[in-house]
């Protein structure tokens, strides 16, 4: 679905991505044609059917079994109208496989769905998608109005107490919450596992580490590294069993505070996962001023955002990131790899880079 385009921001490259491909077609067809205004304009239809099959769990429903429409529909409680049309978009949209055609035709999960999608995987990443539809599909209903306003239209909008505030009374919605964010995050923590040079420090800290998944990715692959997951004490539990489960506890650990109102713990590096584009500018750098404040000379704050490109043409995620913050937050935006280094070398940082992690993702790095 991303196309992959390549930039480069300052001498590091970096690669946006953006869903279709209207960009680059617009600029080699010298005829105008509607084709990428209507397919993203309907995009939504397909959103929403992924969504929610997963919602219903039809790809935890089907495991590694193979099911004719008619089956599968009984299974899902399913009105007869439902198939063969909706098993068939998803076939069209290649998020599931179906052998022959016809009536007596077998559906069954594609690679991707048994590994991302079925519940049962250790890798799922639905509740995510349940999260999309089941909050931000509607929410986004109101973007004319969070344009115009510049306020939040989540729960907050409707008199409910905001998400965070309710996650954090309830604690099995809570973990479903880490575990979604889990399923966003793990890509790029792998990647930042690989790709940033953890050889010349020992220690790092990990700033609303929710299930502690970026410190358990970084100690399993380098040996040498301590690392501690830093979030909300309601969120720490959580945490402890993620690590617990990885069999890390000898070199990760937990702390707990508020990173607006306890100091940050000193690290060589500092690691922010989708945490300072939550914010407006004034706690940005509350935020980023607590990060100096804890790490030696040459120590590395690491920012992990869906960056957006300095020109702000192209990673269209990350563009959309930061209007889902608007829908979220109000005053809360994403930002890109220039606003980041403008930030931090305000703040004192000397040295910056950006290196691509996956898909939309980057790590924005500034060291002390
Ligand atoms: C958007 S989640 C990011 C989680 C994780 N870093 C990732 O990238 O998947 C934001 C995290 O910040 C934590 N958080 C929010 N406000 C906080 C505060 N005032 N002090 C400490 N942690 C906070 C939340 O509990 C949550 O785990």
Not at 8 to 24: F, L, M, N, V, W
Not at 112 to 126: Q, V, W
């Amino acid at each position: 679905m991303y196309e992959r385009g390549v930039e480069q921001i300052g001498d590091q490259e970096h690669r946006a991505t953006r869903p279709y491909s209207q960009g680059k077609c617009r600029h080699m067809n010298p005829t105008p044609n509607p084709s990428a205004i209507l397919q993203t304009a309907f995009s939504f239809w397909g959103s929403k059917v992924l969504l929610t099959a997963v919602e219903v769990g039809l790809f935890t429903t089907l495991g590694s079994r193979r099911l004719t429409g008619e089956e599968l529909g009984k299974e899902l409680r399913f009105h007869p109208r439902a198939n063969p049309d909706f098993f068939d978009a998803l076939v069209a949209m290649k998020f599931l496989g179906r052998d022959g055609d016809g009536p007596q035709s077998k559906y069954f999960n594609t690679p991707e769905g048994a590994l991302f999608l079925d519940a049962t995987s250790p890798r799922y990443i639905g509740g995510l998608l349940v999260m999309l539809s089941a909050r931000l599909f509607k929410f986004w209903n109101d973007l004319p109005e969070a344009v115009r306003t510049g306020r939040p239209q989540n729960e907050v909008k409707h008199g409910q107490k905001g998400m965070f505030e309710e996650l954090y009374s309830n604690l099995p919605r809570l973990e479903q919450f880490m575990g979604a964010m889990t399923g966003l995050s793990r890509i790029n923590f792998e990647a930042l596992a690989e790709k940033f040079d953890f050889s010349q420090f020992r220690t790092l800290c990990d700033v609303g580490g929710a299930t502690g998944l970026l410190s358990i990715e970084v100690a399993k692959r380098h040996h040498h590294m301590k690392c501690v997951s830093f979030d909300l004490p309601v969120v720490e539990p959580i945490a402890k069993q993620h690590i617990a489960a990885a069999g890390l506890e000898s070199r990760v650990s937990t702390a707990s505070g508020d990173f607006f109102k306890d100091r940050l713990l000193k690290a060589d590096v500092i690691t922010m996962g989708m945490i300072l584009h939550d914010w407006n500018l004034e706690k940005k750098m509350h935020l980023i001023h607590s990060a100096y404040d804890a790490l030696p000379p040459g120590g590395a704050l690491v920012a992990i955002e869906a960056l957006i490109d300095d020109a702000r043409r192209e990673n269209v995620h990350g563009l959309l990131m930061s209007l889902n913050m608007l829908i979220e937050f109000g005053d809360a935006f994403d930002y890109s790899g220039a606003d980041f280094r403008r930030w931090c070398g305000d703040v004192g940082f000397k040295r910056f880079e950006v290196i691509h992690l996956a898909g939309p993702s980057s790590a924005a790095v500034a060291y002390k």
